[in-house]
């Protein structure tokens, strides 16, 4: 195809846009809500699995004893918690501590612990293990030798949610396959029938251009340009509103989960050109669907 044919056929796809904004509107405003869901989607999915990665790589480790235990006790604990490679002390909680962090976590209804006898709740010592330094075997190593303490009761780690959590990724990945399949329906039904829209509105102008010999692909070309240019438009739409709506979440909200801080990740460069290309994909395969049953090659 010549350059000067292209920028006729580009030109011809601008000025029917032009001509027939409000359909074309609608057809990108529409378009632009299906793509943003699913780009929420992707985003949603790469934070969990960025997050899951993260606290994976570094597990928390809440070692819970029996009772109130003694200094000495303690310090025993501590120095053979420091022989593990990659293990950091973080803090221990007593009764008391942990009793006054529950009261403060119940706000207004702490008062429901003022008719228990006893503190129920055990004192803790919370360490964090890298995986990078010990590798996956060593928590558990390190969990089965402190139970056999007899100060300790019990050793619990987040590992074992982690995994659990990888199973719902993988649930979430199959979900996210089938609504990608069911947006992608719905994007090119929007914009075969917004093209259909065009080709009545310019059902006239088309059959004057057959009739003076204009080939069919000559008469096809503007359309399936039009049709790129709409999923264009509607995928750049939905990624500015993404981005806007990302922007305001971070400077709002701040999540930490235990003592790690959950930072909010945008999509990638790479990931927003993909998703672009799908987009144009998307407009020039619906232009071609929505000609192929008026104009016949």
Not at 251 to 277: C, E, H, K, N, W
Request: aromatic residues 10%; positive net charge; contains cysteine.
């Amino acid at each position: 195809m010549k350059i000067a044919f292209f920028g006729y056929f580009v030109g011809q796809a601008v000025a029917n846009i032009s001509n027939n904004r409000l359909v074309h509107l609608i057809g990108v405003g529409t378009m632009a809500i299906a793509f943003l869901i699913f780009d929420a989607f992707i985003l949603i999915f790469l934070n969990l699995s960025h997050w899951t990665e993260e606290r994976g790589k570094l597990l928390t480790m809440s070692i819970y004893f029996k009772e109130e235990p003694g200094g000495v006790v303690l310090q025993n604990i501590k120095t053979e918690l420091l022989h593990f490679p990659g293990v950091t002390i973080k803090r221990f909680i007593s009764k008391d501590d942990a009793m006054k962090s529950l009261r403060r976590q119940l706000g207004d209804k702490a008062g429901l612990l003022d008719g228990l006898g006893e503190n129920p709740l055990p004192a803790s010592l919370e360490i964090m293990v890298s995986s990078d330094k010990c590798g996956d075997s060593i928590p558990y190593q390190l969990k089965t030798r402190l139970e056999t303490n007899p100060a300790v009761d019990e050793v619990q780690y987040s590992q074992e949610w982690i995994r659990r959590f990888q199973g719902i990724m993988d649930l979430i990945k199959i979900v996210g396959v089938v609504l990608g399949g069911l947006l992608f329906l719905a994007a090119l039904f929007i914009i075969t029938n917004t093209i259909k829209l065009t080709i009545y509105s310019r059902k006239d102008e088309i059959e004057i251009l057959k009739l003076v010999g204009a080939t069919n692909r000559f008469v096809k070309i503007p359309f399936l340009i039009e049709g790129a240019i709409q999923g264009f438009l509607g995928g750049s739409v939905a990624l500015i509103i993404l981005f806007l709506v990302y922007t305001i979440a971070i400077a709002r909200v701040d999540l930490r989960i235990g003592f790690a801080s959950l930072d909010i990740i945008f999509l990638p460069t790479q990931l927003m050109l993909f998703l672009l290309l799908m987009s144009i994909i998307i407009g020039f395969v619906g232009s071609t669907i929505s000609l192929g049953r008026f104009i016949r090659i």
